[in-house]
């Protein structure tokens, strides 16, 4: 049997379909085939002139068409005043179009940080909010209880933008019909229960306290160039990007992309510290024994570390 899945674009880049069409073993459109999934509209597949388009919307909305996937990629833009009027789609505020929508559809998908938690767009003048966070609070344009048809909370796949396998992911579990399971912020566990700092080829120097002052010098990014790595959960450095890096690997730091509150108000390549050690410590570290362990593993660090001889 199919399942159907109807992909709307809010307030963003586009940059989450962009990574999503870039899903390569298998591409987009053998996942689609192999579960069985009919995608109702994509705007860069469908082929929809508008009134096709909108007699599929009001056929989803009066229960004609069923729906079991809603994806939404971008923050919902509510501005000005609540009205949604900065952005309409069809002749209508599109915020209102995924109310109607998410009321229909068995499971709901936030693809991206900013469809997710506001992101880039939810930090501008447009009053752009997540679909039921808006950062870290709970709510945001569904309201804090929602749960979709299917019994689940809107499912939250940060980044900036989002893994495409992580959505492959998610896809193939909604389909399958596989429980999913989220973490305190509603993002699949298998890839949100870990930080970016674990798996890092970096962390031997993390370990000793090896830092990088300046891009290129080989060391640990998180003391002094802004690296996000520790406080942030997310899939980078289990599942690399293109099936071959991440940020951190390419001496990078991790901006903290998939965290709640992204983007930060700091600058991403620097951090603040106070005496070498950063503000914001690793998630769930009291800083009184971060501060001994640290100055006593610097002083252990060894010599081919503090060398930089190796090749990362
Ligand atoms: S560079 Fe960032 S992610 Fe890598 S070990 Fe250092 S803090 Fe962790």
Redesign the pocket.
């Known amino acids: 049997m199919f399942k159907t899945l109807y992909w709307l674009q809010c307030g963003g880049c586009g940059g989450d379909t962009m990574s999503f069409l870039s899903l390569e073993s298998p591409d987009i459109i053998e996942l689609f085939e192999y579960l069985g999934i009919e995608v109702l509209w994509h705007p860069s597949l469908s082929e929809f002139n508008h009134p096709e388009h909108e007699k599929l919307l009001e056929q989803i909305i009066s229960g004609e068409q069923p729906l079991d996937i809603l994806c939404v990629e971008g923050a919902v833009i509510r501005g000005p005043g609540g009205t949604g009027m900065f952005d309409v789609f069809m002749g209508r505020p599109r915020q209102d179009i995924v109310l109607d929508l998410a009321q229909k559809a068995r499971f709901v998908v936030a693809a991206g940080t900013c469809a997710s938690f506001g992101g880039i767009t939810g930090a501008g003048d447009v009053d752009g909010t997540g679909l039921q966070y808006t950062n870290k609070e709970k709510g945001g344009l569904l309201g804090k209880d929602f749960i979709s048809a299917g019994g689940l909370p809107v499912i939250n796949i940060p980044g900036c933008p989002c893994h495409c396998e992580v959505l492959a992911g998610i896809l193939t579990s909604l389909a399958s019909n596989v429980p999913v399971k989220l973490t305190k912020f509603n993002a699949p566990l298998p890839w949100f229960g870990i930080l970016?700092?674990q798996g890092?080829t970096?962390?031997e120097?993390?370990e000793y306290r090896v830092e990088e002052n300046d891009f290129g010098e080989k060391g640990?990014?998180?003391f002094h160039m802004g690296?996000k790595?520790?406080l942030t959960y997310g899939p980078c450095n289990k599942l690399l990007w293109n099936r071959r890096n991440s940020k951190?690997n390419a001496g990078v730091?991790?901006s903290g992309c998939t965290h709640p509150d992204f983007p930060f108000s700091h600058p991403f390549f620097k951090t603040e510290n106070i005496a070498g050690i950063p503000l914001e410590l690793p998630d769930g570290v009291d800083r009184a024994h971060y501060l001994a362990y640290k100055g006593m593993a610097a002083a252990a660090a060894p010599y081919r570390l503090k060398k930089r001889d190796t090749n990362v």
């Open positions: 970016v700092h890092c970096r962390n120097y993390h640990c990014l998180f690296c790595g520790p951190t730091p991790c």
